[in-house]
């Protein structure tokens, strides 16, 4: 059984396409996945396009038709938590739908049947993607800091994301959003378009899943420069050395 490595956008992967030993492209579902190894392990890559039903549509193929037997989620996000900068990693201990509200029939963001709003990702796979995150940004940092904008090396944050189906690209609305998390107990760090999607189809089929996203704006009115600037001269540097690291640890 396979690894699989999922993104939502093609620059997210390049570089881990472009390294795949014995690549087979299969289409399925509408996708292309890239089935071969990396660094000796049997890999699956995908790219499920934005959006949560995107997201759960290719990770339900990736488990039904490919057999994965975990899930890596790579990409990046908008930091709305304290101190997460533009060049950040933030590895995801655990997931919440910020557009979910099923109220008054069921607490506001809390999963319809699932008894929480959070859902958490697999503490091994979480604990060996922190060590490879900062074992990469050490040997890195001060190269991928001034790329990304920043003067300060990157640092790896752990906690909680949330996702929705909307790119959040005011400083008004993230601070909105934060500010309404964190009264309810929920500390985000970050905000994106996929995992907390992908993290319910695995905790459905009781398959491990891990995600790291790297930091491209702070999600106000510039997230759309600082998100293309980032997406195409930073993210995939993130993923091939931070992916390759995990894949050895496993």
Not at 160 to 181: E, I, M, Y
Request: charged share 20%.
């Amino acid at each position: 059984m396979s690894t699989a490595i999922l993104s939502a956008l093609p620059e997210e992967q390049a570089g881990l396409v472009q390294a795949l030993a014995q690549p087979q492209r299969i289409i399925h579902a509408g996708r292309s996945f890239w089935r071969g190894e990396l660094y000796d392990r049997p890999v699956v890559l995908a790219l499920s396009g934005m959006g949560k039903v995107a997201a759960a549509t290719t990770a339900t193929a990736l488990i039904e038709r490919f057999g994965a037997a975990r899930i890596l989620f790579t990409g990046v996000a908008g930091g709305v938590g304290d101190g997460v900068r533009v060049g950040d990693v933030v590895v995801a201990s655990d997931y919440l739908q910020h557009d979910m509200d099923a109220s008054p029939l069921f607490p506001r963001w809390e999963l319809p049947g699932y008894g929480a709003a959070r859902l958490a990702c697999d503490t091994a796979l979480t604990a060996m993607l922190v060590h490879a995150a900062s074992a990469c940004l050490e040997r890195m940092g001060g190269a991928l800091g001034s790329q990304a904008g920043g003067g300060a090396a990157p640092r790896v944050h752990q906690g909680l994301v949330a996702s929705g189906d909307r790119f959040v690209s005011a400083a008004q609305d993230a601070h909105a959003l934060r500010t309404a998390l964190h009264a309810a107990g929920h500390p985000v760090l970050a905000v994106e378009m996929e995992g907390a999607a992908v993290a319910q189809v695995c905790a459905d089929y009781r398959v491990p899943f891990a995600a790291m996203r790297t930091i491209s704006d702070r999600a106000d009115d510039m997230a759309h420069v600082d998100f293309n600037r980032f997406v195409a001269t930073v993210a995939s540097r993130y993923a091939d050395h931070i992916v390759g690291d995990w894949l050895r640890l496993l």
